[in-house]
């Protein structure tokens, strides 16, 4: 059985054993009011108790259906106050006439409605009002304070029918169901307060361990934060030894190509003129190939246009640029939003669109690129197709190698044809909350 569950079981053994104390008080009564009847000593039973009982087989009938009606509204469940003080003042009400059918011989039910009410506030003033309350009425129901001012038939006098041990063994079971039932509630109390102090304990716990989670997990976003702040550095630092390799490796190298040519015209400018048009020649592809170097590690970098732009515009800049340069058609269409996206999230989308329609002019020899940029569910779609030669043998060349790195940044895929000029279909899975507004 549960710890939290103990209360409840308490209190079912306190109906139980109320159910049981009513049908032996009514059982009892019923039995020496109809003896007397029988025995035709009604009028002396009359004079003694000076007022007319009720009729021997109601006694029992009324008791049993006013205690079902009882636990009928205890087995209510209250929402609200209005409600639960409607529900109680109708079980004192229902608790009166019960007591009223067995001669006022009995108030334990009340004992009932308080244990019931005790789990009703976990507020200890509340619960000591109510508890107040309940016990007025419990003390307004006593036999001896009712007899003062109305005419009560005691118990006793209607047992009188029973020889003098028979009715105080009959009594003393009357007086130990009575203590029974005041230590059952004694016991709902005790069990009650126990539990409640348990769930107390409980939940301080659970809050103890809640801050301390919550505690871990700040520690945590900050070695977080800070293992991003060095991976950041990491890579600047990585970025810029790269530049640095790539311009000692190519511009270095080609200025160092160039500074030996020209000196080397200068010896020979007088001497042999001729051949320093052709070391000239030699110097200027020299010069053309550094820039080619140069722009290609340019290229790397961050695009322009997103430094100014937003992705989508960014995007039809360059497309529109490279329709006016290189005289290619290019029809797009961009129908899903494009904000919100991270820089490097950007980065990826522009370079392979930009790379797949240089690829298509370059090496597909195109005159038309359609390119469509839309969302699926939480999937971005790239498709951008050409009519130039196709290839169908594909050979995965730098370009196409480039776009499967920067897709597997972020957990995207890439998929190419070359059948019936090329075609290239990227996904990029979008990011819950990136979708951004429209323009």
């Not at 639960?84 to 009995?106: C, D, H, M, Q």
């Not at 109390?189 to 997990?217: D, F, H, M, P, S």
């Not at 934060?225 to 790269?242: C, F, L, P």
């Not at 279909?425 to 909350?433: N, S, V």
């Amino acid at each position: 059985m549960e710890r939290r569950q103990l209360p409840n079981y308490v209190l079912c053994t306190m109906k139980n054993l109320n159910m049981l104390i009513i049908l032996y008080l009514a059982g009892v009564t019923a039995y020496s009011l109809s003896g007397y009847i029988q025995e035709c000593s009604a009028m002396d039973f009359l004079i003694r108790a000076k007022r007319i009982p009720l009729a021997p087989w109601k006694i029992p009938v009324l008791a049993v259906g006013l205690y079902i009606c009882l636990l009928v509204l205890l087995s209510i469940r209250c929402r609200n106050h209005l409600h639960f003080f409607i529900k109680t003042a109708a079980e004192l009400g229902v608790a009166f006439f019960l007591s009223s059918a067995l001669n006022f011989s009995y108030t334990g039910i009340v004992l009932l409605i308080i244990a019931d009410t005790m789990g009703y506030f976990s507020d200890m003033k509340q619960r000591l009002m109510l508890l107040t309350l309940i016990c007025a009425a419990y003390m307004l129901l006593d036999y001896d304070l009712l007899s003062v001012r109305y005419s009560i038939i005691s118990i006793e006098v209607c047992w009188e029918y029973f020889q003098k041990d028979a009715r105080s063994f009959l009594l003393g079971i009357r007086n130990v169901l009575n203590s029974l039932n005041t230590l059952a509630f004694i016991i709902y109390a005790i069990v009650l307060i126990l539990v409640e102090a348990y769930e107390k304990e409980r939940v301080q716990g659970l809050n103890e361990r809640l801050n301390t989670a919550n505690r871990e997990l700040r520690e945590a976003n900050q070695k977080l934060e800070e293992y991003a702040r060095e991976s950041e550095k990491a890579a600047e630092t990585r970025e810029r030894n790269r530049l640095a390799r790539e311009i000692h490796d190519t511009l270095g190298h080609s200025l160092t190509g160039i500074i030996t040519g020209i000196d080397a015209c200068v010896m020979l400018v007088d001497i042999a003129p001729e051949a320093t048009k052709e070391q000239l020649k030699a110097i200027a592809n020299v010069a053309r190939q550094g820039v080619k170097d140069v722009r290609r590690s340019v290229k790397a970098l961050r695009p322009d246009a997103l430094e100014t732009l937003d992705l989508k515009r960014a995007l039809i800049q360059m497309m529109e640029e490279t329709k006016c340069s290189t005289g290619v058609d290019i029809l797009y269409e961009i129908g899903t939003k494009l904000k919100s996206f991270d820089k490097d999230e950007e980065d990826i989308i522009y370079r392979i669109v930009q790379e797949s329609i240089t690829n298509a002019i370059r090496h597909g020899k195109a005159h038309k690129i359609w390119v469509r940029i839309d969302r699926s569910f939480q999937m971005l779609e790239i498709h951008i197709k050409d009519d130039g030669i196709g290839c169908s043998n594909i050979q995965k060349g730098f370009g196409l190698h480039h776009m499967e790195e920067r897709l597997s940044m972020l957990h995207g895929s890439l998929s190419y044809h070359g059948n019936d000029g090329f075609t290239v279909d990227a996904q990029i899975p979008i990011r819950w909350g990136t979708e951004g507004e429209d323009d």
